[in-house]
């Protein structure tokens, strides 16, 4: 959804005090990583671009590089160029890929 969209849901949540809810499923907000996780990962399997990329961001911060770069290749084959740069900055760093500045330019 759309940052206008996200804020029209927050906004209207707040005005008839509603409990707070995610823009994307409509769910009440997860209250555990584990049900955090759970909803990311069904919304992976339904190809949603920005959950892979949120995966690939949360696995880039653990440390785990290489299933970043899995779930970042897989949203930029999808057409999300937000998951571009971060395989950019994965080449810049070298973080679980060999540096490569082309590479890097390319993303």
């Not at 209250?31 to 990311?40: G, L, N, V």
């Not at 919304?43 to 970042?72: C, H, L």
């Amino acid at each position: 959804i759309c940052n206008g969209c996200n804020y029209a849901n927050m906004k209207r949540q707040l005005e008839d005090r509603r409990e707070p809810k995610c823009p994307f499923c409509r769910y009440p907000i997860h209250e555990t990583d584990e049900e955090s996780d759970k909803r990311t990962m069904k919304r992976i399997e339904a190809n949603d671009p920005a959950a892979m990329t949120q995966w690939g961001r949360d696995q880039y911060d653990k440390g785990d590089y290489s299933v970043a770069f899995e779930y970042y290749t897989r949203a930029v084959e999808l057409g999300f160029i937000e998951a571009h740069h971060q395989i950019s900055i994965l080449y810049h760093h070298g973080c679980g890929v060999e540096k490569d500045e082309k590479k890097e330019l390319y993303h």
